[in-house]
């Protein structure tokens, strides 16, 4: 269909609003947006091969009945979470089915012998979660169509095929905003250039296809180094049609991975991967992968005897006698140059945030300069829409949709080095330093700029590896198990455990996060709730967690019915009345009247207490109540160390403070702590002293932001209660996030600082008003603030508000409809 299209389309020398370059999916993505937002801007697609699709290429072969039907040779899953292709595919139309998974799966690494599997492989992803897998659903009639389909709607008239880019020209180098001159090549016909001269160019071709083409100024460094760094993938796919799925019918369900060595352990068998392919219609197909470094050199003949054997090695002799079958060397295919995607080497990958910018007039797409699903159709979907929105910003179209162009960070600009992405968790790498508040400003202004008022969340990782580092230089000898009740963002636990943190869970759930991480084992983990569910206790031993407190018989006996082999740890009340909150009420024995019988009742009942914990109270003011619980921790070891159980945990518990203050600092209880540690369990004991912080990490790395929606003048005497105030002007403003959200850690932590106008106003700084501070939701009891005092505010300004990580998140509701704000990741290069 497109051959035809492209023998009529001629290219002639001319201009253009904008040239793309590549008709695959990003490309004609790009395309189709900028037209969809102005039909009257020329845009022109040149293509260098002879068809549309690029790494997509649907194909037909013979199959069951003497019939044919359609197959992807190229790019054929998409997976639920793939969010930019799965709506592409709705939008045109196009059916999709299920992959067939049924049955028993093969699996063949170097020598060893085949063996089942239970793996989806590869319909998992990195979080071994089948719903969010890439490779799960298939689309009905092949992945080609996407890109017909778009030409469609683009007009086939602006689509050249077998015309390739060789060569960019700045007209006036000096100007960013000046007009490319492009330097075309016909591919049928050698002699034939064509110059376009176009506004604005899209590149939407690979990253090593990028780096074959000659600019008339060079290109900035960085991007040169990243695009002669990048080199494709090397598979080779097939597809081989069956007249019956006949391994459905043995049980198997065509899933093969296989990396297996032939008798020559530097040879490999072909299989790579196999997944069964049977269209919607019911024809019966096996497609795969093998991997071309042994196998592209073979005769297409001999490859395909040798991937038939293969398959008959796993499958049975069935196997080996298709209805029709062929395979494509991608290697080998011009414009393409490798499958699937871009493999971006070790150390390259810093340069991909500046890869991706803008240069000049010419801006980037294709899969690998997508920010999610990199090197997936799903990636160049989005890396399209990017690309052609930040054409049409500079175009000065008015349908620019902000949420593809990422601008939330690009005010950083040159400040943020590259993102690294943690599950579907973007983070910010900055060259330099940046604060909390000069990070919230330059986030709230762009936020302004766009009329969204949304609250927002920043999350400094870098304050959270220094808050680390200061715990070991000032405990040393005291082992943090972060308590994970108090922030469980993955990213502060994945941080934490990768410095050698280990985790105190409350519960099933928290231990279950901590295990699917996969950051720390068992061993590192404390089950610090000395009240647990049974069905919990059964779950800690099946996953290996031995260490659990305890401050009553009933849970001795509990441990006793549902753990193998529990390591108790005995919880001792021994509160700090000052503390913000006191624990002693719920939690702990009395540590002299209790606690000897607990360790006694524990000997009876042949249960193994290997320490004793306390926790001084969150909040904690008075750092010798630390001395305090120590002296009874002693005096416990000794007592049970007597009756014969091998003591060595002091468990410290929780209680530092998230920031320092006039009162308390980390300094002043280390100072008490290291002390009563040495009087009381020398060093040459060779103790565990292990703590359980929450807040001391959670706190200061987290800062929220909130938008004044409302803002009401009433009498400052209604806010202070006080008659003498009728007379002057007070207000009360309505934030949008509020103690059902973030907030809620004024009810429960009794914490909640006053929100600071995030930026300065000349004229209305100095003076001052009483004022209350209301969140969004309609319940009277959501205030933050009941009297604060502040500059006169006005609806639109941002309010921020410091150390807001601790008991926050982990307890935020969406009472109201309100949702959680979005959370900024960020960190500083020097930190990683
Ligand atoms: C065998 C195979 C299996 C895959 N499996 C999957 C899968 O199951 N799921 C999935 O999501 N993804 C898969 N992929 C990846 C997916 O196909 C690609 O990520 C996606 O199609 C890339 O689209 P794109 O538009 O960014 O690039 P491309 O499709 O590569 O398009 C770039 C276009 O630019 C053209 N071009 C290059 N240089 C020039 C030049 N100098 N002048 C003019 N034109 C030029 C090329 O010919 C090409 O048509 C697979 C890819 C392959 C090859
Ligand atoms: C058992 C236990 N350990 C540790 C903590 C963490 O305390 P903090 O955040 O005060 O350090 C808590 C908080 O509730 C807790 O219950």
Redesign the pocket.
Known sequence: MPGKEVKENVLTNQNCDVLV???????LVSAREILKADPGLKVLI????NR?????HTVELKCAGGETEKWD??????GKT?TH?IDLIKELDLETYDQYSEGTKWIQIGNSKHREYDSRFPIIDKTGNTDTG??AIRITGGTQQISQKLCGIIGWDKIHLN???LKLNFLDENDDDTLVEAIIQSTLDETKISKITAKRVIL???PA?CS??RFQSPLPFDKKQFFDGCYQGN?I?FVATYETPFWREDGFSGEIFSMGFTNNPRETHPLYSVLDATTATGKSALVG?CNNETWSDSTPKARKEAVLKDLARFLGDKALKPIDYVD?D?GQEI??GG???GIIPAGNMAGLARAREPWKTIHF????MATV?I??????VQ??LRASHEVLLKLGNKNVNWDYLNTDWNFAGKMVDYFEIFNDTKIAIFHQRIDNKTLCEKIARVRSEKNDDDPFVVLNLTILIDKYFQWKRELPRVKPFYAVKCNDDPLILRTLGALGCGFDCASKNEINKILKLNIVGPEKIIYANPCKTRGFVAHADQVGIRRMTFDNVEELLKVKQFHSNPEMILRIAVDDPTATIQMGMKFGCDPVSVAPNLLQKALELQIKVVGISFHVGTGCKEPFTFETAIKHSRDLFDFGIQLGHHMKVLDIGGGFPGFDTDHISLTKIANVVNCALEKYFPVEGNYEIIAEPGRFFAAAPMSVVTNIISSVKVPASRITRKKSDANKDGFMYYVNEGTYGYFNCKFYEHYCPPGEPLFPNPLKDGKLFHCTVWGPTCDGLDQMEESSMKRNLEVGEWLYYPNMGAYTLSTATTFNGFKNPKIYYFIDEKSL
């Open positions: 370059v590549g008709a695959g999916i990003s490309g040149i293509e260098g091969k549309v699709g690029g790494r997509t040779i190229g790019g054929q899953w998409v793939q292709i890439a490779d015309q390739a880019l939407a071709i690979p296809e074959k083409i598979f796919k992968f494509k991608w414009f393409t499958c699937p995607t797409a294709g899969t690998e699903w090197g997936y159709m799903s990636g160049g890396s399209g």
